[in-house]
């Protein structure tokens, strides 16, 4: 459970950070008055709820993945070949992870016309990914590693499953917006939209790195490397 | 950065709360039903999980009936009663505790509280209930499924909770439950993410976080934990479903199975419990970290006394919260771990005693010469704190390794856990209605009913778990359909069972006069007006009672003391609204 523990660190420290602007030593007793807030512009609502889903979300993977680890330590473990269209895909997901951020970039500057245009191809790598993975899910049927035939195959067809369920979920999202943006111009909303999608992606893009280290043994090396650094 | 300036006369600085766009119900059917409303969703939230809380009480009544009375009801099979005991405790433990705290009195106050006119995602709110209500209907479905619904212990440990000596296991009981608990976790996430993201921003002006009451600080906690610990059973419900249905071996070690070799093989029954209890045990602090606040509340309220130690309570929440993650495995104590994680995690679990029992100090000052009002929320309120105090106590041995190895598994831990997480908790729902029954319908429960429910719930309570203990110190398993012959289980034990099964009976009762009680209040209550308790949290001060849809009229409330200004010296009432502009106190300047 140490990935799990980590990543549970990590946002316990973001939660320390932020408290301690909070004012917890205050003595609320002893003030009565107003209270102002001095910041500028107040995060919008959306952005800080997209923020706490992702760190669901990343509690959900690590959690995960540190199953991984300790299933990984049986001796019925096998090795899963990593078929070559995975690094195709990956690059599809990288270049929808770049196109939403010049969508963003170009909403910002009013441009309206660009944006959507680039919404739409950021989509359609979206669609591209998923079919990926599905070809490649069809690849490794085919080549006879099946989802119950070993710890690591199940692993595999889970966690990249899990990883295209969001991708779907970040697609129906982006789907509606990108057939709202065509058919209005772009107002404060939407632009906040694009920006939260952009978010969205390069979070699941980091996701899918993470996996892709994971299930290229990179990942394992890693986590050996720290051990012996401790030992 | 909050900045709070004393002195009233200044100019209001522009409001840092943009004044939501509401939505507005145009029938009886978006508004009563399909609302998105969240005082109408607590409302449904508190009703389903009244109802199915209901399911879980009569099982607890068949579950005592063969432990008291062992064979005599024909009904009650080993299948059965272990069915009974599963579904009792998941029941319990998610779709009545935690859905009621946090989807019921979460939805109800956190807005009120904090003077927002409503969640910040009302849509994601409404469809949160309705995911819930799935979740419980197919977790209800389960008892009409072919072979009953599972009875693998509320833990499901696997490999026996999907094999064929299992209740359930080979049909449809696990599959439902397991998918029960993804759909409820999924309907969680979006009310949590509403309640965490309306705390954060839908704050009134004024509202700094360290002037929020203690309830709102306990939801808001419990709910930022539970988003973080409920992907651990998400993850291990997906890897048991894919396990029974798919053929995988996450989990499932090789196994024989009535003389047949499974397919499973090489998977780690252990990995399930680590996922399992590292949401299990931060689950425990989901269910009382609320009502840990709301009983603050209702201390200072009904003592008319501020609450002693503020900071120190708020400091403690979030202290309990954080270490809650790093207990787990004291659930695990028996499971051949190496010893010294059990060391480890030992010394965790006794470091979040430490909290724990700043806080219990706190509530017994607070009390220390206050001005105590006997009502239904205050006694029910001390019936918590004593109760927590006994179910601690009993948790301080639990957490040694040495002293659990030989007390795991019996009744006595069964009797620790209900001390406190079953009554402790409940006993706090139980005053918070009594509390806030009035700013929900208007009108005040009756009194009469109250008393005997109250009695009657905690004297009976005790009578069913303190005789618990020492059924379990004599060594009486717990999960077992009946003893029979068994030379180290006196004779008296059998007495107590009959004793306790009989005590159980009659508090079970007792809980129908309390729906009684809500229904008939509901018509024939005193009417209550805005403020029955003279309490000085915002949501005493809406214009109207019951608040209608947006709380506030038209003009949010402003905010300009903490929550717990009761008995000021000088002021003209023993206690000053948080949205009250008048510096209530004689000055600090000379108190101080």
């Known amino acids: ?231 | 950065m909050v900045d709070v300036r004393s002195g009233i006369g200044e100019a209001l600085p522009p409001p840092e709360v943009e004044d939501v766009e509401l939505y507005h119900p145009h029938s009886w059917w978006t508004r009563y039903v399909f609302s998105q409303d969240a005082k109408v969703i607590a409302i449904q939230y508190g009703t389903t999980a009244t109802a199915i809380g209901m399911v879980a009480l009569a099982l607890s009544w068949l579950i005592r009936l063969q432990l008291g009375f062992p064979g005599t009801f024909e009904l009650i099979d080993a299948d059965a009663y272990y069915q009974f005991i599963t579904m009792h405790g998941m029941i319990m433990v998610i779709y009545l505790l935690t859905a009621l705290f946090l989807g019921g009195f979460g939805n109800y106050l956190i807005p009120l509280m904090v003077g927002a006119r409503d969640m910040v995602f009302p849509y994601a709110n409404m469809l949160s209930y309705w995911i819930y209500l799935l979740a419980v209907l197919v977790l209800v479905a389960s008892f009409f499924a072919p072979g009953g619904p599972t009875g693998a212990g509320w833990t499901l440990y696997p490999p026996q909770a999907v094999l064929s000596g299992t209740p359930g296991g080979k049909d449809w009981g696990i599959i439902l439950m397991l998918s029960s608990l993804i759909i409820f976790i999924i309907g969680f996430t979006m009310g949590g993410l509403n309640y965490v993201v309306t705390v954060l921003q839908g704050r009134a002006r004024g509202m700094t976080l360290m002037r929020m009451p203690l309830t709102v600080w306990g939801i808001f906690t419990a709910t930022v934990m539970a988003l973080l610990a409920f992907p651990a059973l998400f993850v291990a419900c997906v890897m048991m479903l894919f396990d029974r249905l798919l053929g995988t071996s996450f989990f499932m070690p090789a196994i024989i199975e009535m003389g047949e070799q499974l397919q499973y093989g090489g998977g780690s029954p252990i990995l399930f419990q680590h996922l399992f209890w590292f949401f299990g045990h931060p689950e425990v602090y989901i269910v009382a970290l609320p009502a840990f606040g709301i009983v603050s509340d209702l201390i200072s309220t009904h003592a008319r006394k501020n609450i002693f130690g503020y900071r120190m309570m708020v400091w403690a929440i979030v202290i309990i919260g954080g270490l809650s993650f790093i207990v787990w495995a004291h659930h695990m104590y028996v499971s051949g771990m190496n010893p010294y994680f059990g060391f480890f995690f030992a010394t965790t679990t006794l470091i979040i005693a430490v909290p724990t029992a700043i806080k219990v100090y706190n509530w017994v000052l607070t009390l220390w010469r206050g001005n105590i009002h006997l009502t239904l929320p205050m006694l029910f309120a001390l019936a918590f704190i004593v109760t927590f105090v006994n179910g601690g106590l009993t948790g301080l041995f639990l957490g040694n390794v040495v002293v659990d190895v030989p007390l795991s598994d019996t009744m006595f831990v069964v009797a620790h856990f209900h001390m406190v997480m079953g009554v402790a908790p409940i006993m706090v729902i139980f005053g918070a209605i009594y509390h806030w029954y009035p700013k929900i319908t208007g009108r005040m429960l009756n009194e009469v009913l109250g008393h005997i429910h109250f009695w009657v719930t905690f004297i009976g309570a005790y009578a069913i778990f303190f005789p618990m203990h020492y059924v379990g110190l004599v060594g009486v398993p717990r999960r077992y359909y009946e003893l029979g012959e068994t030379t180290f289980v006196p004779e008296s034990v059998h007495d107590l069972n009959a004793f306790i099964t009989v005590a159980a009976l009659i508090v079970g009762a007792a809980q129908i006069v309390f729906l009684f009680n809500l229904a008939w209040s509901l018509r024939h209550g005193r009417e209550a007006g805005g403020n029955p308790w003279r309490a000085t949290t915002l949501e005493w001060q809406t214009p109207e009672t019951p608040p209608p849809h947006g709380n506030w009229g038209k003009e949010l409330p402003v905010v300009y003391r903490w929550a717990y200004d009761y008995s000021v010296p000088g002021a003209p009432e023993d206690f000053i609204p948080q949205n009250h502009p008048t510096p209530g106190r004689l000055s600090h300047e000379g108190a101080s």
């Open chain 1, 1 to 231: 459970m140490t990935i799990a523990t980590v990543f549970l660190a990590a946002v316990a420290a973001v939660i320390v950070w932020w408290l301690a602007h909070q004012q917890l030593l205050s003595k609320p007793w002893l003030e009565v008055g107003h209270a102002y807030d001095r910041r500028r512009e107040p995060m919008p609502p959306a952005k800080i709820g997209l923020a706490v889903f992702l760190a669901v979300v990343g509690s959900l993977f690590s959690l995960a993945i540190s199953a991984y680890f300790m299933r990984m330590a049986s001796s019925d473990w096998g090795q899963l070949p990593l078929p070559g269209l995975l690094w195709i895909n990956t690059g599809i997901l990288a270049l929808g992870s770049v196109a939403l951020h010049a969508a963003k970039l170009e909403s910002q500057r009013r441009h309206d016309e660009a944006t959507r245009t680039i919404l739409l191809a950021a989509l359609a790598t979206g669609l591209a990914f998923l079919t990926g993975q599905v070809l490649a899910w069809r690849a490794l049927t085919a080549a006879g590693y099946f989802l119950a035939g070993n710890p690591a195959n199940s692993f595999f067809y889970m966690l990249t499953g899990m990883h295209g369920l969001h991708i779907v979920g970040g697609l129906f999202a982006l789907g509606r917006l990108t057939a709202r943006a065509w058919s209005v111009p772009l107002d404060r909303r939407m632009r906040l939209s694009i920006e939260l999608c952009a978010i969205y992606w390069h979070f699941m893009l980091l996701v899918w790195l993470v996996l892709f280290g994971l299930f290229s043994g990179w990942a394992g090396n890693v986590v050996d490397f720290c051990r012996q650094l401790l030992t």
